[in-house]
């Protein structure tokens, strides 16, 4: 950025263009351990959320309707399916336009031969690809996180601040933020130190009660993020994360600023939050879609303006079928996806991603059931989430006794009860 940049407003600067000169960097390698059984064979961003959706979509689409379409997706874990996902959902944007998503995956590129170490690492070892896009900022996202933001306006905060580097925060109640990196700033809004899940959280200056915690979202000057990387590779002290090590190393050295997500969170006129969220474990990731069968969910997927993106599986329309006193099909306070049928069942408060069948007299209620499942006839399921391509036994009951349902499948501390086709071939081999 020249000097004559640093002086510009946001009204000055024509943010687009700098959108263009953008590269994003997409984290998304990840397991996502404490989502437990349910990332065995796929990694965290590209579990299925939100009936048909993927998590790593909304990170992606947040690029797109910003108006940023350079980016890159770093995956290591068990890709396979992510990039495939990639592959057929993504692949709309033009070559010719130097419009592109690219996958990185970990190829043991650098001398060292090691796969992705930490988050900076994962960036180094990309370092050459990201010098021959020569961008003149490099936004880093993590992909594992369902959210609305709108990219550009913290890009012209980043501008507008000088900063040479931006981290976007979200605001958290002061007894929430010891689970989070936080950050301290001045009533500008320049971070002045930085505290990693403090016991006693640093309050924001004009909110005493609540704290500024990073989200994992940077802005970097591409030649500072450059530097840094080159310095931090060669640190044997280093755990080559971008929160452990580069963001408190520059502290005092380097302009930087904290974005306050709330000034460029996507809401709708009437929304009350700005919503974030992180679907890391089980009970947060049931509660996520769980909460969008509400009437008036604080995430609104119905919104055109924007749009969340994502690979369109080509599914009939969902079904539902018989209407007799004691068989009728029927979903209440539910979102039921494409090539769903329900077959003289009823199914409350849940979230049926596609290819779903539930058989008659099935009960399914609270719960949230991944593609591919099969219901036996008189299956009772509430409070669970059912992995990809499960066969539910005819008259299987969870719910309803904690005890039994911990022994035979994996029960979470709010209750939630999680079930994968190993499981329940191991219940069908012990015959319990």
Request: glycine residues 8%; proline residues 5%; aromatic residues 8%.
């Amino acid at each position: 950025m020249n000097t004559q940049d640093r002086a510009l407003t946001p009204a000055a600067v024509d943010i687009p263009q700098r959108l263009r000169r953008t590269l994003a960097l997409v984290l998304a390698g990840g397991r996502g351990t404490r989502l437990k059984q349910l990332t065995d064979w796929h990694a965290k961003p590209s579990i299925p959320f939100a009936g048909k959706f993927r998590i790593v979509d909304f990170a992606l689409s947040n690029c797109i309707n910003s108006g940023i379409r350079r980016i890159g997706v770093l995956t290591q874990y068990k890709a396979h399916s992510l990039i495939q996902h990639i592959q057929r959902g993504w692949g709309f944007l033009r070559g010719e336009f130097n419009e592109f998503i690219e996958l990185l995956p970990a190829q043991q590129r650098t001398e060292g031969e090691n796969w992705y170490k930490g988050t900076a690492d994962a960036v180094f070892q990309n370092l050459d690809i990201i010098r021959d896009h020569a961008p003149d900022y490099v936004l880093i996202l993590a992909g594992d996180h369902v959210y609305k933001m709108d990219y550009g306006k913290m890009l012209a905060e980043h501008i507008a601040k000088n900063a040479a580097i931006t981290v976007a925060c979200i605001e958290v109640p002061l007894e929430k933020a010891t689970g989070f990196g936080v950050m301290g700033v001045n009533e500008e809004g320049i971070v002045t130190h930085f505290q990693e899940k403090p016991d006693h959280p640093e309050p924001i200056p004009d909110m005493p009660g609540f704290a500024l915690a990073s989200m994992g979202i940077y802005i970097f000057n591409a030649d500072l993020l450059d530097a840094l990387l080159v310095k931090d590779a060669v640190d044997p002290g280093s755990e080559h994360d971008f929160g452990k090590d580069i963001i408190p190393a520059l502290l005092g050295k380097v302009r930087m600023a904290a974005h306050r997500f709330q000034d460029s969170c996507v809401m709708d006129g009437g929304a009350e939050e700005a919503y974030w969220r992180d679907v890391g474990t089980l009970d947060a990731y049931w509660e996520a879609n769980i909460d969008l069968c509400r009437v008036t969910p604080a995430l609104n997927l119905y919104d055109n303006d924007w749009p969340i993106w994502t690979d369109q599986a080509q599914n009939p329309p969902a079904k539902f079928v018989f209407d007799a006193d004691d068989r009728r099909g029927m979903a209440v306070d539910s979102l039921v996806s494409g090539g769903c049928i329900i077959s003289g069942a009823t199914v409350r408060r849940s979230m049926l991603f596609s290819n779903v069948r539930v058989n008659s007299f099935c009960l399914v209620e609270d719960t949230v059931v991944l593609p591919d499942v099969d219901f036996g006839r008189h299956a009772s399921i509430k409070k669970a989430v059912i992995d990809r391509g499960c066969v539910i036994p005819p008259g299987l009951v969870v719910g309803e006794d904690a005890a039994q349902d911990a022994r035979r499948f994996f029960r979470s501390e709010k209750g939630i009860t999680l079930i994968t086709q190993q499981m329940l071939d191991a219940l069908e081999a012990t015959g319990a």
